[in-house]
């Protein structure tokens, strides 16, 4: 299992993954919470708004107007013009998320497309959007507890991204962890970061519009956790290598994929794509791999007597520095740590610069990744581990504790755990053993939890997670 080795140090005997901040309940959704029983004034108000946000953002050739008391819009086909060209055009004046979709509902609002796009023609615009997209951010759940899931670029940018967004709005669970780039580096979206531009880090991005894909996840009362792999970055070791990455002890880069924690150029591309994240409206920063490599580095050298500096300060610095520029902004900062390090092993502390005690102070959540499979042989007397669900709660207890060593004790991190949501080393994993993941989490602390999935099937999760009563609407597009 490729995917799971990949994003961890087993060595270390327990992983690595993602944070975030959830809303309690999909009825927060803008989509869902829409008041009823207009006043007729208030929706003829309402109407108008959405004419003129339609005539402000349609590509020429694109007529509104009000029929009725409702929008219309066509457009006037032109010479260059495919099916194809027209609904990457007209997305964004549409409810329908994917253009693929909008191109089949554009041949049946218009029958006469079947033969072939010919200049000169007026369609209609199907399914135009009803209200004006709401662009502002979610905030906090009332109760402060996340309860989500982590998501790929690819998935969000497919035909399962609304259908897992509506599962998860009908289990009152309330966000995802959104890739913006994983250990590869590639960029998941069109991002315009200088830096990542420079690099080709864009290339084959899957996501065209990343304020679209968070304000569909909005709709639903879903938060948008942007996660950000911050030091391993393979794509920008190979291509800024020489001002970015590691070194060895020779002097050269160092061939593992890895940005040097301590480097300021690394600390501002990774600031710009947090701003980027915030200005497209996400709800919160996440940062995984928030730490030194551990695996492979007999060679390397971290200059950490040069700098006077710890691998822990040198992460608390750069957190420290990435929280002014999201406190400043009133966005909740979060970051994925390692499970090993809830025991307060000095050792595995400093080898990864993951200190809790440090890190707690610097950041809103803290997010141990307590996957049972990922602990060795033997852990805490257990044969298999990853039969043991309750090493969910053991980690998430062991965070707490270590928060309670923080000298700046008036302003701690939530913890909130990342627990295993796939059948890896795990003999009994099932809906009953997920289940006691998520109580085991709850029972001993945790602000609400994560789940993580890397091939992205969630089967097992929409068993575990029992249903909420939901407005009807919600109700039938989730099954």
Known sequence: MGAM???????????????????????????????????????????????????????????????????EATYETRAKDTLASMAHALLPLSETYLWSDLADELVKANPTLRAGVKAGTRVVIPNLVREVPHQGRLGSPKDAAVRGLYMRGTTAAGHAYLKILDKMALRGMNAIVLDSKDTDGVLTYKSKVPLALEAGAVEGAPIADLARTIRFAHDRGIRVVM???????????HHKGKEMSIRGKWGGVYPIGWLDPANEMAHGYLVDLAKEAMDAGADEVELDYVRYPVIGIKNAD???????????????????????????????????????????KRIDVDMLGQDIALLGPECEALSPMLYPSHYAKGFLGFEI?????????????GTITQLALAKDAHALAVVRPW????????????????????????????????????????????AAVPQRPMKHEVASRAR
């Open 5 to 71: 080795t990949s994003r961890a140090g087993l060595a270390l005997g327990a992983l690595l993954l993602l944070g975030s901040t959830l809303s309690a309940n999909g009825a927060e959704a803008r989509g869902s919470m829409a008041p009823e029983g207009l006043a007729p004034a208030d929706a003829e108000h309402g109407d108008r708004d959405v004419v003129a946000w339609l005539r402000a953002h349609a590509p020429e050739g694109v007529e509104v107007s009000m029929h009725e008391g409702r929008a």
């Open 227 to 237: 996660r950000v792999s911050c030091f391993h970055d393979e794509w920008m070791q």
């Open 302 to 344: 971290f200059h950490l007597d040069a700098i006077k500096k710890t691998k822990p300060e040198v992460i608390r610095d750069f957190v420290h520095e990435m929280h002014a520029v999201t406190r400043a902004r009133g966005v909740p900062l979060s970051l994925d740590i390692f499970g090993v390090v809830a025991q307060g």
């Open 385 to 397: 581990p990853g039969n043991h669900p309750e090493l969910v709660g053991v980690g998430t207890k």
């Open 419 to 462: 627990v295993q949501a796939v059948n890896y080393e795990s003999p009994d994993y099932g809906p009953r053993y997920l289940g006691q993941e998520l109580k085991s989490a709850d029972d001993n602390g945790g602000s609400g939890w994560l789940m993580w999935n890397p091939s992205q099937d969630y089967s097992t999760a929409w």
